[in-house]
């Protein structure tokens, strides 16, 4: 099955259910400003797993945009609702497709919890999936954007990891040198 034979699978869904039409729409837009409202509020009252988690968050968000940013100078996919000529669920405007940004800012917010075991992973494991489903059924993204996020997401994790141990183990414990 092709990206957009698979689009079309979840994006027709819609309209069969309104509560899982207002699910998808909840996903698709405001549930990523409160999962980041949540992060902010497990890296105050969390333990050390949420704050070293928060930490590699703050690393990984800049590092994703810039990965995106590199992505678009080279590759650009309009969105299904610009190519096939439809209404999307949400209001979105008709920028680049891949890779969705809401599933690559879900992943940061998400994968640094279950790098680090926390007892929250299963829980924003799932919000990252429904963020990312959400993004295809209400008609913004392909399939192949969501995954190419997660996957930014991935990277950008793996790169603040290495960030965080440079920090930690490298050359702030060396003395400077002329």
């Known amino acids: 099955m092709d990206n957009a034979a698979f689009f079309f699978l979840i994006f027709n869904l819609n309209g069969k259910s309104i509560l899982l039409d207002k699910l998808m729409v909840f996903g698709a837009e405001p549930l990523i400003y409160l999962f980041i409202f949540f992060i902010f509020i ?3 009252k969390g333990g050390m797993k949420e704050k070293k988690a928060f930490l ?5 968000i800049p590092i ?11 590759f650009f996919e309009n969105r299904p609702f610009v190519t096939y000529h439809f209404t999307p669920f949400v209001k979105e405007i008709a920028n680049a497709s891949f890779p969705s ?6 992943a940061i917010l998400a994968l640094p919890y279950t790098y680090l075991k926390s007892k929250w992973s299963i829980f924003f494991l799932f919000i990252m999936t429904w963020i990312g489903f959400s993004r295809i059924y209400v008609g913004v993204h392909y399939p192949l954007d969501v995954i ?8 950008a994790l793996l790169v603040s990891v290495k960030i965080k141990d440079l920090l930690r183990f490298g050359f702030l414990k060396k003395p400077l040198q002329r």
């Open 64 to 74: 994703a945009i810039l990965f995106i940013k590199g992505i678009h100078l080279f």
């Open 56 to 60: 590699l968050v703050l690393l990984g």
């Open 42 to 44: 497990l890296a105050l």
């Open 101 to 106: 940004r809401h599933a690559t800012i879900a």
């Open 148 to 155: 190419g996020g997660f996957l930014v997401g991935i990277v």
